[in-house]
């Protein structure tokens, strides 16, 4: 299940499209994705504006830049040195340090953190490596602290997305009790083509975006193809 991606390759595709879709040559559908998720995420964060938050596969820095405004400091946790250089020539806060690792041995870090965030990261893993992942992440927050992910689901293996049972059995394995999970954002359909090709302006990108979160939220169905799905984490 885990998919080879060649982060150096994409850092080439720019600040967007290097960690969204590296094919979406208009730049639509990645600047609508980043809004979608940056707008589901602000729907459940609980911050007082002090925390450290640990961004794991932070790429170009554009959650990490997002979110920085909003907590005391940033550390975003990068495998490649060609992602870590692009998020620097994109720096948009003072409060942010970039970090690079070999993708096996997490780095150690002199305290907890409060809260991990990771997006379209985890998703590219597959048994043993997502396991390990979570549990070397769930190291890292201290105890009460939350952790917060987007990232694809599906029930396809042809699609080669974990499912979201698979997450929640790690998550369980790992001493992390999930707060909340539901979908965001389907990985297909009409309407996304649309604003991929420009016919929607980008003006109705936030109103769009609520509607499709609230109604992904509600659904419950087989994930035939893929979804963004997010899940609030707590460590007990």
């Not at 150096?8 to 969204?20: C, H, T, V």
């Not at 620097?88 to 690079?100: G, L, T, W």
């Not at 590219?124 to 070397?136: D, N, P, Q, V, Y």
């Not at 999970?181 to 309407?191: E, K, P």
Request: net charge positive.
């Amino acid at each position: 299940m885990a998919e080879s991606v060649d982060w150096s390759q994409r850092a080439a595709k720019g600040f967007l499209a290097s960690g969204i879709d590296p094919a979406d040559r208009r730049g639509n559908k990645n600047a609508y994705i980043d809004l979608l998720q940056k707008l589901a995420l602000e729907e459940v964060l609980d911050l007082k504006g002090s925390e450290t938050v640990l961004d794991f596969g932070c790429g170009s820095g554009r959650m990490s830049y997002w979110i920085a405004p909003r907590v005391g400091k940033v550390m975003g946790l990068e495998l490649t040195l060609e992602m870590i250089e692009l998020a620097e020539r994109y720096r948009r806060a003072e409060n942010v340090e970039f970090m690079v690792y070999d993708g096996v041995h997490f780095p150690f870090l002199p305290h907890p953190v409060d809260l991990v965030l990771s997006v379209g990261v985890l998703q590219t893993m597959g048994g043993e490596a997502l396991r390990r992942s979570i549990s070397h992440l769930a190291k890292y927050l201290r105890r009460g602290g939350r952790f917060y992910l987007i990232e694809q689901a599906s029930d396809n293996l042809r699609i080669g997305r974990p499912s979201v049972e698979t997450y929640l059995h790690s998550f369980r394995e790992t001493n992390l009790e999930c707060l909340r999970h539901y979908a965001i954002r389907n990985g297909r359909g009409w309407l996304l083509y649309l604003i991929r090709y420009g016919f929607i302006p980008e003006r109705f990108f936030p109103h769009i975006a609520r509607r499709e979160i609230q109604r992904c939220r509600s659904e419950k169905k087989k994930i035939s193809y893929y979804q963004d799905y997010l899940f609030v984490l707590h460590k007990k």
